[in-house]
């Protein structure tokens, strides 16, 4: 399989260097040169697979070339054997026609997990025995952080500095950072917001000689392994609800648009998706490009789903390149047009081709808590704020008889203070993780200066 970039002068890459790439040296991002398709007999034939079996079976064509079928399986075993749940992500029926599916039985509790556990043994599969060292930086407001030191604590040739707010983010999502003390993971809290520290992740990855001293890489999910490793539980999902004989809708919260992508992809490749239902909170940017087609940023305006509080959508650059007809050159020119002015309009081939599949809608924080309300009452299940965002717009589409497959993002202790103000219950954290207050923990200070960062990072290098 070979990938090419979204903005098409970028070089053509083989699964193993788009991985390591990241981002496409033309400022696009890497899809596979052509989607590969599967027959109803051969999604039939995954019913009784494991889960680690379905994904080695979904993923094999995209990392044909690089990875052998017994690999790649293997190293999902790997991967999801670390899941707390036998099932991996597990559907649990709250209604008639609803279904939540549990991403969040990973070790830090949140779906990242399921891409970023997978994606840290690629890197070290492809990095091991080389001469080559990889640096991964990042800047977290919470759950993208402590998915990825997980990730890749401990692994060869591997370091990771993640920055975040110092006091900014919650004490369980710091301590499921600060308390991984491999020696090969560093934590900086910064004297400044979460904006501050993703600009100094931004101007590390500008300057160039930094970058390619230290070879810096990212793992945001621009990131085409991860969103490969997400297509995977679109299929284990509608399989195990009657597919591909009977069409599934999924709902995704959503804020980059990797997760709902890799259903876009699933659908791609063969899976009968009826809808995918792209569900956002009030930063609605999202909703907006896809039912009038104006993609513009406004202000980014809090909530208590904070994964979803974005103004700028990465992932929608691959949609927009592949319902758009791959007009590499077309959508280079469009999207230097919104980094100018932050704002652009969809082309009618862009519209028309996101449109049979994909639907949006923009919920607020009082339908977000009555969907909390709801899942409690109905069906006894305690979810997170930004489950709850998907499940009200799952519950208003107007799918008639099709099953609605709502993806679970978090499991509901990672965000005990919301929950509890939404249904009066306090989650308790996972058995699991339940020692996180007792354990040590380590970070550094470090002023919100490029100068002090940098410093940081030459001097553990
Ligand atoms: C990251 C995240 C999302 C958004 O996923 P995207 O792939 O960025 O659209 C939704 N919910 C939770 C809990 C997340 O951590």
């Given at each position: ?5 979204t903005r ?23 899809v ?15 019913a009784?697979?494991s ?5 080695a ?80 930086v990042?800047a ?20 990771i ?8 983010v ?14 090969n ?30 070879r ?7 990131n ?32 980059n ?18 809808k ?110 930004h ?5 009200a ?27 509890e ?26 002023p ?14």
């Amino acid at each position: 399989m070979r990938y090419i970039s979204t903005r098409g002068s970028a070089p053509v890459l083989d699964f193993e260097g788009a991985t390591l790439a990241g981002l496409a040296v033309d400022g696009g991002l890497y899809v596979p040169e052509s989607w590969p398709r599967f027959e109803a007999d051969e999604i039939a034939a995954m019913a009784g697979l494991s889960y680690a079996d379905t994904a080695a079976a979904v993923m094999a064509p995209f990392v044909e070339g690089c990875l052998s079928r017994e690999e790649l399986r293997a190293l999902c075993e790997q991967a999801y054997g670390r899941f707390s749940h036998a099932a991996v992500t597990p559907l649990t029926q709250i209604d008639h026609d609803q279904w939540l599916l549990e991403l969040f039985h990973g070790p830090t509790l949140a779906f990242k997990d399921v891409a970023l556990q997978l994606l840290g043994l690629l890197f070290e599969r492809f990095l091991t025995g080389t001469d080559r060292a990889l640096t991964i930086v990042g800047a977290t407001s919470g759950d993208t952080g402590s998915a990825a030191i997980d990730a890749v604590a401990g692994r060869e040739n591997i370091r990771i500095f993640m920055l975040h707010p110092d006091g900014r983010v919650s004490d369980v999502q710091r301590r499921q950072m600060t308390t991984v003390l491999s020696p090969n993971v560093h934590n900086l809290a910064i004297s400044g917001s979460f904006d501050d520290a993703q600009a100094l992740v931004k101007a590390m990855f500008n300057d160039r000689p930094f970058a390619a001293q230290h070879r810096l890489s990212a793992v945001n999910s621009i990131n085409w392994a991860r969103l490969m490793a997400q297509v995977v539980y679109y299929f284990y999902a509608a399989v195990r609800l009657g597919g591909p004989g009977r069409p599934v809708a999924f709902s995704v919260p959503t804020g980059n648009f990797g997760d709902v992508f890799a259903g876009y992809v699933a659908a791609q490749m063969g899976l009968p998706i009826a809808k995918l239902i792209v569900a956002t909170n009030v930063n609605d940017i999202l909703a907006r490009a896809l039912t009038s087609g104006d993609y513009s940023s406004r202000e980014v305006i809090p909530t208590p789903t904070p994964s979803m509080d974005i103004q700028v959508s990465s992932n929608f650059e691959r949609l927009l390149f592949d319902a758009g007809g791959r007009d590499g050159k077309a959508l280079a020119a469009q999207m230097a047009g919104f980094e100018a002015s932050r704002a652009m309009r969809l082309t009618n081939a862009q519209r028309e081709g996101a449109a049979g599949l994909l639907v949006a809608d923009a919920v607020d924080v009082d339908d977000m808590t009555l969907a909390m309300r709801w899942a409690c009452e109905a069906s006894g299940e305690t979810i997170d704020p930004h489950t709850a965002v998907a499940l009200a717009a799952a519950r208003r589409a107007d799918l008639g008889r099709t099953p609605v497959v709502t993806l679970a993002t978090a499991h509901p202790a990672k965000f005990r203070d919301a929950v509890e103000r939404a249904t009066g219950r306090r989650p308790a954290l996972p058995s699991r993780v339940g020692d996180l207050f007792d354990r040590e923990e380590r970070y550094d200070r470090v002023p919100a200066t490029f100068e002090a960062v940098t410093a940081y990072i030459d001097a553990r290098s």
